[in-house]
């Protein structure tokens, strides 16, 4: 059984950072692909950024590309969400999933691609 479980969410400022992590378990995390959600009350569950097993593929929603960054450590079974300049619109529910991937450079931007997800963590930026 593959468990995720996120940590790092908080109450921030407009402009200021939070790192989010994510640890795996019960699989071989090298194995999987990697991506951020997030979901806003009343809003669909969205792609954040995505990451191959291999940690060289990456993408990012334009929402948040130049701001976020995602990143992985397959020693710790860890992949983390940098995320910096935080607005108030970035304030959601944030999840990280896993799918098995057998492509070094494959990542994924859909809900429907993931096998795994966390409980999710909350990121409030206030205003």
């Known amino acids: 059984q593959v468990q995720l479980v996120e940590s790092g969410g908080g109450l921030v400022q407009a402009g200021g950072s939070l790192r989010l992590s994510c640890v795996v378990s019960?699989?071989?995390?090298?194995?999987?692909?990697m991506g951020w959600f997030r979901q806003a009350p009343g809003k669909e569950r969205e792609f954040v950024a995505g990451?191959?097993?291999?940690?060289?593929?990456?993408d990012y929603a334009d929402s948040v590309k130049g701001r976020f960054t995602i990143s992985r450590d397959n020693a710790k079974n860890m992949v983390y969400l940098q995320m910096n300049s935080l607005k108030p619109e970035d304030t959601a529910v944030y999840y990280c999933?896993?799918?098995?991937?057998?492509?070094?450079?494959?990542?994924?931007?859909?809900?429907?691609?993931?096998?795994?997800w966390g409980q999710g963590t909350q990121v409030t930026v206030s205003s």
């Open positions: 999933a896993s799918t098995m991937t057998t492509s070094s450079s494959y990542y994924y931007m859909h809900t429907g691609e993931y096998d795994y």
């Open positions: 019960g699989g071989t995390f090298s194995n999987y692909a």
């Open positions: 990451i191959s097993w291999s940690g060289g593929s990456t």
